[in-house]
């Protein structure tokens, strides 16, 4: 049985004050961030900031820190074979159990077990090409079954952040999966890594760059990994608008 979510979504920018706090803390996420010090270079209250923090992105200030450290650390864990101290220390974190702990809780894996499945994904390089170009050969054949539906179409793998496109030449093309969102960060909430982890496909109804779109995320296996099919729809304003009213059943 195909079980669809549709998540209505506020969209609005943030506030000056949440732009220099998320700025400063990418910047500066290797070193001791204090609520104290953000709030001075916000120029607003402790107090203040922290609940506005929280009402705009729906995390806390020691959310949006680990997010962004954690981030940083899986891009070193690729990367190099530095120690497990070295790379929780390079990120901001002063013990390395603790690095584990919230690592974990972000990408459902430890940081060696990351580092084993990236391993894994560079020593299968040329066999991982060929699950992708058959995954991106089955997206093309789902888009001509449903020609007219959607309006394009990715394999995204949440795990690594990664998403594939099949270029009209048929090269395979690869970027970050929150590229599209206009994002720097990924999101562990989005609806491909529900997709992934409750194994069923999700429906959400967003606005993005380019205005409001419909967003298909159904879970796939192939070649003894899980990835997430993606597909979207433009959607017209007005029709956008309507669903936004209250009272509204899908």
Known sequence: TLTRYVAMARITGYSKHIRLATEYIEKHFAEEITLESLAEVT??????LS????????LSFTDIINRVRIEESKKILAKSKISLAAVSSSVGFSNPNYFTKVFKQHTGMTPTEFSKTVAKSTDED????DILRALLDQLSHVMELFSGVFDSGRIVDPILNKAWMMHPSGKIMEGLCYDFWTGKQ????????MALNENKSFLKLDEGAEGPFLLSS???????????????????????????????YI
Do not use: W
């Not at 609940?51 to 729906?58: A, H, N, R, V, Y």
């Open 126 to 129: 040329i066999k991982s090409k």
């Open 43 to 48: 120029g607003i209250s402790k107090y203040y």
């Open 186 to 193: 990924p999101c562990d909430k989005c609806i491909s890594n």
């Open 51 to 58: 609940s506005l923090i929280k009402k705009e992105t729906g």
């Open 218 to 248: 159904s879970p796939i296996t192939m070649g003894g990994k899980r990835y997430v099919i993606e597909l979207f729809k433009k959607i017209d304003n007005n029709f956008f608008n309507l669903l936004l009213q209250p009272n509204l």
